[in-house]
């Protein structure tokens, strides 16, 4: 076994084993993919929050409800989750509305239904990838630990053919398999920080979502009644 001297990175990670850089080259996908998700999620968060601050100010500042039906069917891949909520409660009311006859509890109902499903389509929407990101922050550390003990096993198979083993002959191999331990903590880490943020601010929107559609069923209640 010849003693390494370099122990820079690139050389530590080019003198790894196959196995140890297949695990580092997993690892720096997962990284990849979950940064990519990351930028992808906060900007996606960013939008519903602000689109439904936008929504929410114009419809309790005394909106006409028909104008801004008409306009979110217009524009509604455009619109925001709220909106998209509102749209499909008001299009189901007003088609129970028009038929002669039908309840105004059975409206309500319907209506509400109409936004619960409208919400849970939503909901899915924003929670995409955040189980990725989960998956990343809890298996990377175990895959790069691994790839470190694979690393260290195969240093010490190395001293199997030294007379006399000294710490120059067994460091760059501890070394290069302590790096795929790093890495799986350079993949987890940003991946467990956006998980737990990207769900505490999905989990307000859906407090904020599930707040306005029970103020919204009130208001179209209202209306139920005065037909």
């Not at 083993?165 to 790096?179: C, S, Y």
Request: glycine fraction near 6%.
């Amino acid at each position: 076994m010849g003693v390494n001297q370099d122990l820079s990175m690139l050389a530590l990670l080019a003198s790894a084993s196959l196995t140890v850089k297949l695990i580092m080259g997993l690892l720096l996908f997962a990284s990849f993919m979950s940064w990519w998700y990351i930028f992808l999620k906060m900007f996606a968060v960013k939008r519903a929050a602000r689109m439904a601050q936008a929504f929410e100010q114009e419809f309790w500042n005394g909106a006409d409800l028909n104008q801004m039906y008409q306009r979110i069917s217009r524009d509604h891949d455009q619109c925001g989750e709220l909106e998209r909520i509102f749209e499909a409660g008001f299009r189901e009311f007003m088609k129970l509305k028009s038929q002669p006859g039908t309840d105004a509890t059975m409206m309500i109902e319907s209506a509400r239904r109409a936004m619960r499903a409208s919400y849970q389509r939503e909901m899915d929407e924003l929670e995409s990838h955040l189980s990725f990101l989960a998956t990343v922050g809890s298996v990377s550390p175990y895959v790069g630990l691994f790839g470190t003990v694979w690393g260290i096993m195969n240093a010490f198979r190395g001293l199997a053919n030294v007379a006399q083993a000294t710490l120059a002959h067994v460091a760059p191999g501890i070394a290069e398999a302590l790096i795929a331990t790093a890495m799986g903590l350079f993949a987890a880490i940003p991946a467990v920080i956006a998980y737990n943020r990207y769900t505490y601010d999905i989990d307000r929107l859906a407090n904020r979502f599930e707040s306005f559609m029970e103020e919204f069923s009130n208001i179209l209640q209202r209306q139920a009644h005065k037909k």
